[in-house]
T-cell receptor, first 113, second 118 residues
Framework: AQSVAQPEDQVNVAEGNPLTVKCTYSVSGNPYLFWYVQYPNRGLQFLLKYITGDNLVKGSYGFEAEFNKSQTSFHLKKPSALVSDSALYFCAVRDMGAYKYIFGTGTRLKVLA | GAGVSQSPSNKVTEKGKDVELRCDPI?????LYWYRQSLGQGLEFLIYFQGNSAPDKSGLPSDRFSAERTGGSVSTLTIQRTQQEDSAVYLCASSLGFRAGASNYGYTFGSGTRLTVV
């Protein structure tokens, strides 16, 4: 069965410092991996996805994520955090033959000024 | 429309009452999904529509939950005899469609309906 784990409920980082939000996954075949962000009272917004190709994927707002097949991880990163990056981040996986996402429980990122 | 629209944005209802939540997807999006976001539970899949039919209803928690979609557009999620455990944010998403084996399209989510059952 497919699953996604986000081991941290909350991540705190100082503005200007690099940030990492962790995600590990379990799927039976080749995964499609996604990151979404949710700002207060807003729907989820797509950040980036990994389908195939380069392991380092670049997305919106300066975010990037690294696909690591051996560690079954897809951690979200940004070199320099902004206070406006504070939000709830969801990792999701979709099997190649599936139409629905399996989401992690979310990680709340707090960037401190 | 320009985005996925959900109404109402907030709903407070008494236990035992029925509620209807509405989703207006992006024009032309044939696939529509309902998810539920509960505190600490992540996003839970409820139902998937392709056009007006629902090939996957496996996530609906009980027979108190039902959903329909008409004209390949607007969808309504109905919860009958609401219970306190139904309190959550209900999110709707739409996409251009699904093709088996393809990378497919990402979802566009609405802002959700926050349901509180008191």
């Amino acid at each position: 069965a497919q699953s996604v784990a986000q081991p941290e409920d909350q991540v705190n980082v100082a503005e200007g410092n690099p940030l990492t939000v962790k995600c590990t996954y379990s799927v039976s075949g080749n995964p499609y991996l996604f990151w979404y962000v949710q700002y207060p009272n807003r729907g989820l917004q797509f950040l980036l996805k990994y389908i195939t190709g380069d392991n380092l994927v670049k997305g919106s707002y300066g975010f990037e994520a690294e696909f690591n097949k051996s560690q079954t991880s897809f951690h979200l990163k940004k070199p320099s955090a902004l206070v406006s990056d504070s939000a709830l981040y969801f990792c999701a996986v979709r099997d190649m033959g599936a139409y629905k996402y399996i989401f992690g429980t979310g990680t709340r990122l707090k960037v401190l000024a | 429309g320009a985005g996925v629209s959900q109404s109402p944005s907030n709903k407070v209802t008494e236990k035992g009452k029925d509620v209807e939540l509405r989703c207006d997807p992006i024009s032309g999006h044939t696939a529509l999904y309902w998810y539920r976001q509960s505190l600490g539970q992540g996003l839970e899949f409820l139902i998937y529509f392709q056009g007006n039919s629902a090939p996957d209803k496996s996530g609906l928690p009980s027979d108190r939950f039902s959903a329909e979609r008409t004209g390949g557009s607007v969808s309504t999620l109905t919860i009958q005899r609401t219970q306190q455990e139904d309190s959550a944010v209900y999110l709707c998403a739409s996409s251009l469609g699904f093709r088996a084996g393809a990378s497919n399209y990402g979802y566009t989510f609405g802002s959700g309906t926050r349901l509180t059952v008191v």
